[in-house]
């Protein structure tokens, strides 16, 4: 019986060496890993996501990955509000691919679009004044014009000339009052006047003296034709007869 136990240990002994030497044999074959080369075979957008494939340069095994929906937006702006001098505008941001879309204030540009309203002009001792007034604010801005100085007079003649004296003009500034005093050279040119200096007849002319009213200078003698005779109605002194006239 005991014979029969240690034949049985040592079947049991060999068998186990047996497979030992097997399962040493079968361990000479070497274990392959697999050394993956990525690549994106489809690109990741804002609106649908991409793919990565991995293929073994040695075996040519291969898999792929979801790539991750992108953030990266293909943003095209458009101004929906222009701004102004002191409001703000807006511009929108629309994604050309998966169509979001976000807003930005666009900072009022500070820029007044000034155009000219009204001129006081300047004078001789007063500056003046240019005011613009922006066309889209009530922003105003005046530029000052210097006084220049230059009188602008009022005339008056203060004595009339005649044919033998000088006259005189006076000019005062209507700005600051100065006035201006100047001579107007004499006419030479008589005044003409009249005066009977013969009575006419009915038979014999007469005279008339032309002379200046001014310088009393005798310009001409005229003549005054005779009146001739202002006949009354016929009246018969002898009547006429047979015999007579």
Known sequence: MRSKTV????????????????????????????????????????????????RC?????????????SENHQY?????KEPTCKE???????????GK??????AAT???????????????TNDGEMIYKCRTCDEEMTTVIKANGQHEYEEKVTKEPTCVAAGEKTKTCKWCGAVVKET???????????????????EAAGTRTVYCSVCNATIRTETIAALGHDWG?????????ASQE
């Not at 000034?114 to 300047?122: D, G, N, Q, S």
């Open 7 to 54: 034949l049985t240990a040592l079947l049991a002994a060999a068998l186990c060496l047996g497979l030992a030497a097997c399962s040493e044999k079968q361990n000479t074959t070497p274990v392959h890993t697999h050394e993956y080369i990525s690549k994106v075979t489809k690109d990741a957008t804002c609106a649908e996501p991409g793919e990565m494939t991995y």
């Open 76 to 80: 095209k702006k458009t101004t929906t």
């Open 184 to 202: 107007i050279k004499k006419t030479g040119k008589h005044t003409e006047a009249s005066r009977v200096t013969k009575e006419a007849t009915g």
């Open 88 to 98: 703000p505008g807006e511009a929108t941001y629309t994604c050309e691919v998966c």
């Open 57 to 69: 340069y040695g075996c040519g095994d291969t898999y792929t990955e979801e790539i991750p929906v």
């Open 101 to 106: 879309s976000y807003t930005e204030e666009i």
């Open 233 to 241: 109605e016929w009246y018969v002194w002898v009547k006429p007869t």
């Open 110 to 124: 500070g820029n007044h679009m000034f155009e000219l309203k009204e001129t006081k002009p300047a004078n001789c």
